[in-house]
């Protein structure tokens, strides 16, 4: 199976701080990415999907502004927390696609903890 | 809207047993349906794939179907082991692969 890395797994930060996730497919080509996040006890959620150079899409309910994606490059993704806070905390995870493929795959996820 | 519904949300049993997880889904319309587990604070680890013209698939010790028709898929882990303690996630996506939709788990724990 395709091969993905995000970084860190795990971010504590204080309240008002940006955090940014990177998420990088190792062994494919990723022209479509997910983002989800994870509360506990709760499914995952996507937030927005982006397409390799060009704007992502974001869910009913999630700020741009405030979860900001970037999507420049074949095999890297970012995903950046503005202005963090305690509500933010939780659990995310990139998944990679390339255009051939049929198979989710998943970044072994951020744990993010607000203080 | 798609909506998945996983039963049970909790299930424990004593090793070796043999168990079936439902995942349930309101749109058939779909391109696949998936079976993630997922340990505590890591990411999802797929198990099996089933493409939409498929009714089941098989890989070792589980055995996934699906009946589009009705909405249904059933995991089926034989001979369970404490090693398959994990929640286990049904995932599927649109009819276009724009949008997957999870199932909020089952948790199995599987005593020794």
């Known amino acids: 199976g395709a091969v993905v890395s995000q970084h860190p797994s795990r971010v504590i930060c204080k309240s008002g701080t940006s955090v940014k996730i990177e998420c990088r497919s190792l062994?494919?080509?990723?022209?479509?990415m997910f983002w989800y996040r994870q509360f506990p006890k709760q499914s995952l959620m996507l937030m927005a999907t982006s397409n390799e150079g060009s704007k992502a899409t974001y869910e009913q309910g999630v700020e741009k502004d405030k979860f900001l994606i970037n999507h420049a490059s074949l095999t890297l993704s970012t995903l950046t927390v503005t202005s963090a806070h305690p509500e933010d905390s939780s659990f995310y995870i990139c998944?990679?696609?390339?255009?051939?493929?049929?198979?989710?795959?998943f970044g072994p996820g951020t744990r993010l903890l607000v203080l | 809207k798609q909506e998945v519904t996983q039963i049970p949300a909790a299930l424990s049993v004593p090793e070796g047993e043999n168990l079936v997880l439902n995942c349930s889904f309101t749109?058939?319309?779909?391109?696949?349906l998936q079976w993630f587990r997922q340990d505590p604070g890591k990411g999802l680890t797929s198990l099996l794939l089933i493409q939409s013209s498929q009714r089941e698939q098989t890989s070792g010790r589980l055995n996934a179907s699906l009946d589009k028709s009705s909405g249904r898929s059933t995991l089926y882990i034989a001979a369970s082991q404490p090693g398959d303690s994990a929640t286990y996630l049904c995932a599927v996506p649109s009819a276009g692969y724009q949008k997957v939709t999870f199932g909020i788990g089952t948790k199995l724990q599987v005593i020794p």
């Open positions: 062994d494919f080509q990723a022209t479509t």
């Open positions: 998944s990679p696609r390339g255009s051939d493929q049929e198979t989710q795959y």
């Open positions: 749109d058939s319309a779909i391109y696949n």
